[in-house]
Each structure stands twice: as C-alpha cells, then as structure tokens.
C-alpha cells in the first residue's frame, strides 16, 4: 500500500483562485471507491495501491484543462513501504506515540 501526496496547479487561468480547479479534482476521488483521501490545505493525500492512485491521479490532472485550464503542472510525492502495511493514520499515530514520550 502506498501514500501519495498531489498537487495539481492550473495556469493560464482568469483567476489567481484555485479552489474551483481543488473541487474538480476531488469530484473524481469523490468516484473512487477503493482509495482514501484526505485534502489539505496544500495539498491532497492518498492512500491505496500505488497502480490505482496513478490512474486516479492522471485522471485528476486532466479535470482543469476540461474546466478552462491552458496549462497543469502536477506535483507526485509517493511514499511506498514493502516491509509492512502503511496507512495515514498509522504515520500519524506513530509520530504521536513519539511525541507523547518526550
């Protein structure tokens, strides 16, 4: 399982406001029933495997260009752990746990 994080930025727009071109993008996670997501305020992350959330994520990059957009650079970071299940929550609860002893 895998952990991406996604940032799709349109240029060539009217408007500085993105927030639009954001609620596009996640029209098509709101479709997708095998990944979990969470938007952020920079960013969206999501969790599943890895194959899926590329498919998901070429598709999310397309949503500006049929809104407008005359130009989209998206930014991909994965983080893919093999040794053992990695989930959201678990990142976060593991630097909680840390946290919490100090």
Not at 31 to 41: C, G, H, I
Not at 61 to 87: C, F, M, W
């Amino acid at each position: 399982m895998a952990i991406v994080e996604v940032t799709i930025i349109p240029l060539g727009t009217a408007s500085p406001s993105v927030s639009q071109y954001v609620a596009g993008c996640h029209k098509v996670l709101k479709q997708v029933t095998d990944l979990k997501y969470q938007l952020t305020p920079m960013s969206t992350i999501i969790e599943g495997d890895l194959g899926r959330i590329l498919e998901v994520v070429r598709q999310m990059h397309e949503t500006p260009y049929q809104e407008g957009a005359q130009r989209v650079s998206t930014t991909i970071r994965i983080d893919d752990r093999r040794d053992k299940e990695l989930t959201m929550a678990g990142k976060i609860k593991a630097v909680e746990d840390k946290v919490s002893l100090a």
